[in-house]
């Protein structure tokens, strides 16, 4: 019984072989580095309401990163809508040959937004931002219509 | 019946192995096919604008090799390979070499760059969607940059790379394929 238990040991070991060599040798025939695509390595989560703040949220996948200078809000919806200068958290440092001293975001990033006084509430947003991969390619700059989520369900108020 | 468990086992090995080195020969025909020259053809009427608006085609330059070089300003790996691309261009014109830069970026940005980037060969933009399109029909399904695409004298797609080249590397691709001297 021993022998047969080894048998089908060995018929696992050369299953899983034959799968990993195909998955060596596909990304070995492709164009270059497995790359993600730009809304697969730039996640855009959510826009969300929380009280006076609209928090807006993306998952950076690893290996990824997001250029802070290049975030960019409008309000687009209801018309005459307009934001503050969004609040955006310290960036990694990074010395860029091109940009210079510029921050990026790697990981988990939220972005907190405010409407200006006497504005309606947003309910949708356009969305820009640019990034790149480690690996030593860049996306073009993206931009998003998305809308926002009221967390607590009210009805939005004129601040 | 110990015997005959052992049997099956093996052949169920054997087959697994088989249909192992099967993928293995299939994927190392496919990798090799890439670079070789009966890849398939430039899609046909691929047009492009020069920063003055005016239509270029791509079948212009049939007869040289062909080295298209999708790019823009934002993307720092473009601008550190473009110096290559330059000096690659001055020593390989005469003998059948055309560079030609795809800008995916706004026009104006690409005509400062041009200048102090010092390059000698044509530049080409259109609108964003249409430049991402053009990466995606030559086969950037990541529509990610710098991406480069040789094509042979004739017309057929001889290599496709994704991100920077290694100098020697493209200089060595390059001198493979250059067209016979006349």
Same mark, same amino acid.
């Given at each position: 019984m021993n022998r047969a238990?080894?048998?089908?040991?060995a018929m696992g070991a050369a299953l899983c072989c034959s799968v990993a060599a195909d998955g060596l040798w596909a990304k070995r025939a492709g164009t270059g580095p497995d790359l993600l695509t730009a809304d697969d390595a730039f996640r855009l989560e959510?826009?969300?309401?929380?009280?006076?703040? !609209?928090?807006?949220?993306?998952?950076?996948?690893? =290996?990824?990163?997001l250029y802070r200078k290049r975030l960019a809000f409008q309000a687009v919806q209801p018309a005459g809508t307009s934001l503050a200068p969004p609040l955006l958290p310290k960036g990694e440092l990074v010395q860029d040959e091109h940009e210079g001293q510029?921050?990026?975001?790697?990981? #988990?990033?939220?972005?907190?937004?405010?409407?200006?006084?006497g504005s309606a509430v947003p309910q949708r947003l356009q969305?820009?931002?640019?990034?790149?991969?480690?690996?030593?390619?860049?996306?073009?700059p993206q931009t998003r219509l998305i809308d926002v989520i009221d967390l607590q369900g009210t009805a939005p108020d004129p601040k | 019946m110990r015997?005959?468990? !052992?049997?099956?086992? #093996?052949?169920?090995?054997?087959?697994?192995?088989?249909?192992?080195a099967f993928y293995v020969y299939c994927a190392y025909r496919n990798s090799h096919a890439a670079g070789a020259p009966a890849a398939e053809p430039l899609p046909a009427?691929?047009?492009?604008?020069? !920063?003055d608006g005016h239509p270029r085609r791509f079948e212009e330059w049939r007869g040289k090799l062909l080295l298209v070089n999708f790019w823009a300003t934002w993307c720092t790996p473009c601008m550190h390979e473009i110096p290559e691309l330059v000096k690659l261009q001055s020593q390989y014109s005469a003998k059948g070499l055309q560079v030609v830069g795809a800008a995916v970026d706004d026009p104006d940005a690409v005509r400062g760059a041009v200048g102090p980037l010092g390059i000698n060969y044509p530049v080409l933009t259109d609108s964003p969607d249409a430049m991402i399109g053009l990466m995606e029909k030559?086969?950037? =399904?990541? =529509?990610? !940059?710098?991406?480069?695409?040789?094509?042979?004298?004739?017309g057929h797609v001889l290599e496709r790379q994704l991100g920077e080249f290694k100098p020697a590397e493209l200089t060595a691709l390059v001198e493979s394929h250059l067209p016979p001297a006349r």
């Open positions: 238990a080894a048998a089908l040991c959510a826009v969300e309401r929380q009280g006076d703040s !609209l928090n807006v949220s993306w998952n950076i996948a690893p =290996g990824y990163y510029t921050e990026v975001y790697h990981g #988990a990033l939220q972005a907190q937004l405010h409407w200006r006084a969305v820009s931002y640019q990034g790149c991969a480690e690996a030593g390619v860049c996306y073009p | 015997s005959i468990l !052992l049997i099956v086992a #093996a052949a169920i090995v054997a087959v697994a192995a088989g249909i192992g009427g691929l047009e492009l604008r020069d !920063l030559l086969g950037n =399904g990541p =529509g990610a !940059l710098p991406f480069s695409v040789l094509v042979s004298p004739d």
